[in-house]
């Protein structure tokens, strides 16, 4: 039932030693860092100034500007000949964010994600499709090392060509498979039209889905299609990747493992604490990473730690579903709106197909929330007046959910853009227009 029945079952007050112990550890490692060094130093700071796991607050936060600032190794704590890998975002928008792994951070990271799958119901008798982009991403080389530590025969596909990857699951008789949630959206259209059903014409039982905010909605609807179960995974580039979080097969939360990662549920506004059960911005410490330790990171990623204790018996919190990010709200005539909570609404209707997206323009003056929603296949048979119906109701759904009245268009299933990584939900074009 477990991959590591001690450590995943560890009493909390066990755990909270456990946790103190490698604090203390982390604090010194980083301070060997230019950044944490001099910062520490400036502040009086050190290992020493935590006594207790809730000290940690006495410390400053981490965050992506930082990060930034001290590119490329700013914020390394051991010498560039001990490093073994780095990982790094796209930089699209600025330096990237780089994260240097040594040896044992690498087999550290292999092993969470031995066990966040083991966790999810996947075994060494599975056959574990990857789609996923490898390379500086974490995806594929996080879950490829992951796969094989567990002992599954693996298959790394990489993304996109969508007839390929049905050509190696009818092969090799996948069972299980990582994708990000758009992508098998997209995937089972594909199916479709080469006139296959998942459910009859594959081996599959098991999907590992995340990389990208989607609702609960969203989940099902997955399921529904492919006839399998659906296990969200949370991770992140500066935390290592996949393997912070995982569902277990109770489906209630994923556990976060608190042997290996600090929580901290924070008010995004005020920085200060909030109790268990309230959404907040998530905050994480690495604990056993050795190349380059992170301490307090803001995620800017929102959710909450589920109060209660797990059916599985692991005794590491459970996190509720990442439900945006701090940084990803917008504001429309004066409210403030989260692409989640449309994609909430719209998966509630039968009608309304995968894809959806939000653009942000203004019209005459105006600040005004235009989106476009796929219908289903076949769904439309050429009476206008089920349009408009259907229309309306879309309006006053997310008129009711966010307290603003969007302009809903209706389109063709398959008509929004693609991208081949995570997808797009909000397009701004406001800031184009003001510049």
């Known amino acids: 039932m477990y991959w590591e029945n001690e450590l995943e079952t560890l009493k909390r007050n066990d755990l909270e030693k456990l946790q103190f112990k490698r604090l203390k550890s982390t604090i010194q490692s980083a301070m060997n860092s230019p950044y944490y060094g001099n910062l520490y130093k400036q502040m009086g700071l050190s290992a020493d100034s935590v006594r207790s796991v809730s000290d940690i607050q006495k410390l400053p936060f981490t965050t992506k500007q930082n990060l930034r600032e001290n590119f490329p190794y700013g914020f390394l704590g051991l010498p560039t000949k001990e490093l073994i890998r780095l990982h790094s975002t796209s930089g699209t928008t600025g330096n990237p964010t780089v994260i240097f792994h040594n040896r044992h951070d690498i087999d550290s990271w292999a092993n969470l994600m031995a066990r966040s799958l083991f966790c999810a119901g996947v075994r060494d008798t599975d056959v574990f499709q990857n789609i996923c982009g490898y390379g500086l991403f974490t995806g594929g080389l996080g879950f490829q090392y992951g796969v094989e530590r567990l002992g599954c025969l ?15 699951m009818q092969d090799y008789g996948t069972t299980a498979i990582h994708a990000i949630p758009s992508y098998l959206n997209r995937l089972y259209e594909v199916f479709l039209e080469e006139g296959l059903d ?14 990208e905010p989607h609702t609960e909605g969203q989940r099902r609807r997955i399921e529904e299609m492919y006839g399998v179960k659906a296990y969200n995974s949370f991770g992140l580039t500066e935390m290592n990747g996949p393997g912070v979080a995982f569902e277990c097969t109770c489906q209630n939360g994923l ?3 608190e042997d290996a990662y600090l929580v901290e549920i924070i008010n995004p506004e005020t920085l200060e604490p909030i109790t268990d059960g309230e959404v907040g911005e998530l905050v994480l410490t690495t604990l056993d990473r050795q190349a380059m330790p992170l301490i307090r990171y803001r995620t800017r990623d929102l959710t909450r730690i589920l109060p209660g204790t797990c059916a599985c018996g692991r005794t590491h919190v459970r996190l509720d579903r990442i439900t945006g990010r701090s ?3 917008f504001i429309v005539k004066g409210c403030n709106i989260f692409p989640m909570q ?14 959806y997206l939000i653009t942000l323009k203004t019209i005459d003056g105006n600040d005004e929330m235009i989106i476009e929603v796929e219908v289903k296949k076949d769904w439309f048979n050429g ?11 879309l309006t006053a759904l997310i008129r009711d959910e966010v307290l603003v009245k ?7 299933p398959n008509s929004l853009p693609k991208p081949e990584g995570k997808a797009v939900r909000v397009k701004e074009l406001r800031i184009a227009l003001n510049s």
Do not use: Y
Request: aromatic residues 2%.
């Open 255 to 257: 556990h976060i493992w």
């Open 383 to 393: 009476d206008i007046s089920r349009l408009d119906k259907l229309t309306k109701q």
């Open 406 to 412: 969007p302009i809903i268009r209706l389109v063709e």
């Open 342 to 355: 449309i994609e909430g609404v719209l998966m509630k209707v039968p009608e309304v197909g995968a894809d």
């Open 327 to 329: 940084d990803d709200m």
């Open 154 to 168: 693996s298959i790394p596909a990489g993304a996109g060509n969508s007839p390929r990857q049905i050509k190696l």
């Open 198 to 211: 998942p459910r009859k014409d594959t081996k599959l039982h098991t999907f590992v889905i995340g990389a």
